[in-house]
């Protein structure tokens, strides 16, 4: 960004002069204009110091918005445009309130794009890593109905649900993932630093080493020789994963393993019907056609496997066969999503019996995550209490057999 200063004519003929903040001569120009004043000339001034405007770019690239921002961004926006608020001053408001600095340059970038004739949607369609194609087609069905601040409003609902549902399940693995953790550097400490200390008294004393101490010698050799190996396998490993899981085929078979894992698979297999069914529902409240609103699903269902059947029913939709039958056709969608789609596609209350199918997969999730958190426990348990039980008999199965050598 940098300062420029212009001079111009207003309404009444008089001349002007002033000073804008913009990121080149046309932005300026335009914000000029959109003050009612003809520009004769402008000529910037000053640009951020030391390359200010370089670190500036760098940083807003790497600025990242949360959720809670996004939420509070949509509902400012809603409440402005209940209170009839022009959206020109609308995101003049949004640009000085929001403390998010990607939002705050994405609302002058979307403000300064509807003052040259662009579409609301169409302009926030330019920042695809913030506002998702979910969020977008509802701002699009919104500005096409006139009804964009009550499609607000669900958009907001969503967005909250989303967060919860998100939350909930990270809230259930974030237990395991530290004891596993833990679990992990405490085996790597004993087997490095306790087991070769012990194995050098036995060795001195003469004794047999039982299996489990030449299980933990080998283990510790193999580290202590081969740790270049086995760092570099690892670490090859975890990107090359990363790498694969960004393909079409590693993502379809990465999400398909995790509807297929026991506990973790029906919780994933509940939320992604939660989400299908309350996006489902709330499009339809907004008036997108049916074929626009299952597009929309596609993209927004965040599951390779399912989206990937989504998308073979949704041809099957496309010839006219309606939604329940080629959805009864489809892997992953439970027949409780099948039979409510039915009963509402008879008595033409779908978008009724889509919000009740979500209200229960909410209720399916939580429950879910309660369970899956009460049986991880138990499991850990198990897994810390072999761990402990097999360094316990590799230290002290020798011990044992060195008291009897020192009667």
């Known amino acids: 960004m940098a300062n420029y200063s212009y001079q111009g004519i207003n309404e009444s003929g008089m001349s002007v002069s002033g000073t804008v903040e913009a990121e080149s001569v046309g932005m300026a120009e335009n914000m000029v204009l959109a003050r009612g004043h003809i520009p004769s000339k402008v000529t910037a001034t000053t640009k951020a110091a030391g390359g200010g405007s370089f670190f500036s770019r760098i940083e807003n690239s790497l600025a990242t918005v949360k959720v809670s921002d996004l939420i509070l961004f949509t509902k400012q926006f809603r409440s402005m445009m209940q209170a009839g608020v022009p959206i020109i001053r609308l995101l003049q408001v949004?640009?000085?309130?929001?403390?998010?600095?990607?939002?705050?340059?994405?609302?002058?970038?979307?403000?300064?794009?509807?003052?040259?004739?662009?579409?609301?949607?169409?302009?926030?369609?330019?920042?695809?890593?913030?506002?998702?194609?979910?969020?977008?087609?509802?701002?699009?069905?919104?500005e096409v109905s006139g009804t964009l601040p009550e499609v607000l409003n669900r958009l907001i609902n969503i967005v909250e649900h989303e967060a919860k549902v998100k939350s909930e399940i990270k809230a259930a693995l974030q237990y395991p993932i530290i004891v596993l953790i833990a679990l992990g550097v405490a085996f790597i400490v004993l087997l490095t630093f306790v087991i070769p200390k012990f194995a050098t008294i036995f060795a001195k004393a003469g004794l047999v080493l039982p299996l489990p101490t030449k299980i933990a010698m080998i283990m510790y050799a193999g580290l202590s020789n081969y740790w270049y190996i086995i760092l570099a396998g690892v670490v090859g490993l975890i990107v090359g994963l990363r790498l694969y899981f960004k393909t079409p085929l590693g993502r379809y078979n990465r999400d398909a393993f995790l509807l297929w894992m026991p506990l973790f698979g029906p919780l994933f297999q509940k939320a992604a019907m939660s989400r299908f069914a309350s996006i489902f529902s709330i499009l339809q409240a907004s008036g997108v056609p049916v074929m626009q609103a299952l597009e929309v699903l596609a993209g927004t269902i965040d599951n390779a496997a399912i989206t990937k059947e989504f998308d073979r029913v949704r041809i099957l939709i496309q010839e006219g066969q309606g939604i329940a039958g080629p959805l009864g056709t489809a892997k992953y969608f439970t027949p409780m999503v099948v039979d409510m789609v039915a009963i509402g596609e008879e008595s033409g209350t779908i978008e009724e019996m889509l919000r009740q199918i979500a209200v229960h997969y909410d209720d399916e999730v939580a429950y879910a995550v309660k369970r899956l958190s009460d049986m991880i426990g138990p499991i850990l348990m198990v897994g810390l209490a072999g761990v402990v039980g097999f360094f316990a008999l590799a230290i002290y199965m020798p011990m044992w057999d060195l008291t009897k050598l020192a009667k």
């Open 94 to 142: 949004l640009e000085n309130q929001t403390q998010n600095k990607k939002l705050k340059n994405i609302a002058a970038t979307v403000s300064q794009d509807i003052k040259t004739g662009s579409t609301l949607h169409n302009a926030m369609k330019k920042h695809p890593s913030v506002f998702e194609p979910l969020y977008l087609s509802m701002i699009n069905a919104g």
